[in-house]
């Protein structure tokens, strides 16, 4: 399964240089919980509504003068957009993430996954394996010639 099928919706993005306040937003209009932080065309970091909790309202800090950068994951795990699956859930995996940038060769967002997207495209995937399965295991044979029916009571007249 290709990843360039997760660069379908544009990715919402935000400066660094923004103010949080900005951010969120941002993040209410779209109705999302993160942004990627993208600075002259290239990744720099991703900010989750769970950042915005943590490290500006849980530290009580002025979400009018505090940055995305001062917040922000920067330099986030990311996949390139030629990879493929298993690479992508071996990533989510090994760094324990549910959201995943997706690149291009140049480090310019392309799209991004969510853990909640890959379970929905897998159980898509799941489905139609058990319809393959289901219909080869209980497809009716072919009917033979003496078992056709015949429409010749459609054209008839009495």
Not at 17 to 32: F, R
Not at 105 to 116: C, K
């Amino acid at each position: 399964m290709s990843l360039q099928q997760f660069c379908e919706r544009p990715v919402v993005t935000v400066s660094p240089e923004q103010t949080i306040s900005e951010a969120c937003a941002l993040l209410q209009d779209k109705n999302i919980g993160c942004l990627v932080a993208v600075e002259n065309g290239k990744l720099k970091g991703i900010l989750t509504d769970r950042d915005i909790a943590l490290k500006v309202t849980g530290a009580a800090k002025d979400p009018r003068q505090t940055t995305v950068h001062e917040v922000m994951t920067p330099n986030p795990a990311r996949i390139a957009v030629n990879k493929d699956l298993p690479d992508l859930t071996r990533l989510m995996h090994t760094f324990h993430i549910r959201r995943v940038p997706i690149v291009d060769g140049g480090d310019q967002p392309l799209g991004l996954v969510t853990l909640d997207d890959l379970l929905v495209r897998l159980g898509q995937e799941m489905s139609d394996v058990g319809d393959s399965v289901s219909a080869a295991l209980f497809r009716k044979p072919a009917p033979t010639e003496a078992e056709e029916p015949s429409l010749e009571w459609i054209i008839s007249y009495p």
